[in-house]
């Protein structure tokens, strides 16, 4: 097989992984996705796996999924918002805002207001409201002039973070 079949069939994998993830068939899609690795690892397929882990609580499995993302294509942004929205989640705020910072400059990465949306949530659960302000400006800056498909104001009264 070549490198181009692989590559058109861990894609078709992935695209089937994330169909089943999206109606939660979770093991089924953690099934598809490994799948998609095994035929051709991408960032993206490392990103998703880790990113269904984290549905089931999974979430240093998860982390560790997005550190391999990273190794995979270092300027794919998801896999650092991801591995910040993660720590969030297991209390480990401190830890999150340095993956939350890179998250930001990465070439590669949509949507590309989640990272200061996490960041606000940080701010807030530290006390650092002057921070949390800016970062939820920049977050709407960002979404207003970019015209990114999800609202802001939608994520903010969500509750979780965002990844």
């Not at 093991?27 to 690892?41: G, N, Q, T, V, W």
């Not at 969030?88 to 989640?114: C, S, V």
């Not at 949306?117 to 807030?124: D, F, K, P, S, T």
């Amino acid at each position: 097989m070549t490198d181009e079949e692989r590559i058109e069939r861990a894609v078709d994998l992935l695209k089937r992984a994330y169909e089943r993830q999206r109606s939660g068939q979770l093991e089924d899609a953690i099934r598809l996705y490994k799948a998609s690795i095994d035929e051709y690892a991408t960032a993206e397929a490392h990103t998703f796996l880790g990113w269904t882990y984290s549905f089931q609580g999974r979430y240093e499995e998860a982390i560790e999924q997005c550190k391999i993302a990273i190794t995979v294509d270092p300027n794919f942004g998801n896999p650092y918002n991801d591995i910040g929205s993660y720590l969030i989640h297991l209390g480990r705020i401190d830890q999150a805002i340095p993956w939350l910072e890179q998250a930001k400059k990465a070439p590669r990465y949509e949507p590309r207001h989640f990272p200061y949306l996490n960041l606000y949530r940080a701010y807030v659960k530290m006390g650092q409201m002057d921070k949390a302000q800016r970062e939820l400006q920049q977050a709407l800056f960002i979404q207003q002039t970019l015209g990114q498909q999800f609202g802001v104001v939608e994520e903010e009264t969500g509750g979780g973070s965002v990844n």
